[in-house]
């Protein structure tokens, strides 16, 4: 009898330890460069955002920009990195990425700036960041998604707002007015 109590009671002391690490592993209260992650659910409200989809698919990542702008069709050209379709954004700035598959569940990325996201087929996951490091880093997929996975992989190039807007407004079918949430750039 005192051997089940002294089980019971180990259980339950467990029980709460758990209780309170858990939430921690969750995500809660650490500040990353990924600056505050918002909820997903209040992500979309904010219409002074940039806005760009992220597709993933065997074994690549897609990017469009809110005006269309797709990264089958764009230059990176910044003498950073030689990923001629790399995901760039300006630092500082809000910006509300949407992930999705093409095909089957993979997983967005970056550990050096602490976002990683599921990347589900039928399914948009929102995020919301403003990243404050200049550089470039590399985006993985997490998920084993098939034979080719160890070579998903892509460069996410956070520039300043002035070189980002510079960029953007290089490529073909862009224009000033898709920026307006970075007015004090332009």
């Given at each position: ?49 940039l ?22 069709n ?33 997983n ?12 589900l ?31 998903m992989?892509?460069?996410?190039v ?29």
């Amino acid at each position: 009898m005192a051997g089940e109590y002294t089980r019971r009671r180990a259980l339950k002391t467990l029980g709460v330890a758990g209780a309170v690490a858990v939430p921690g592993c969750l995500g809660g209260g650490s500040t990353t460069p990924a600056d505050e992650e918002k909820p997903d659910q209040s992500v979309d409200s904010r219409p002074n955002i940039l806005k760009v989809h992220v597709t993933g698919y065997q074994f690549g990542w897609e990017y469009e920009y809110h005006s269309g702008l797709h990264s089958d069709n764009y230059e990176v050209d910044l003498d950073v990195t030689d990923d001629n379709d790399a995901l760039v954004l300006p630092k500082n700035e809000p910006v509300q990425l949407t992930f999705s598959s093409r095909d089957v569940p993979h997983n967005y990325g970056v550990p050096e700036l602490r976002l990683k996201r599921d990347v589900l087929p039928n399914l948009e996951t929102l995020v919301q960041v403003s990243l404050s490091e200049v550089g470039v880093y590399e985006a993985q997929c997490y998920e084993l998604c098939g034979k080719g996975h160890s070579n998903m992989d892509g460069d996410l190039v956070v520039a300043e707002p002035k070189t980002f807007t510079d960029w953007y407004l290089s490529q073909d079918g862009t224009a000033e007015s898709d920026l307006h949430f970075m007015s004090d750039v332009l």
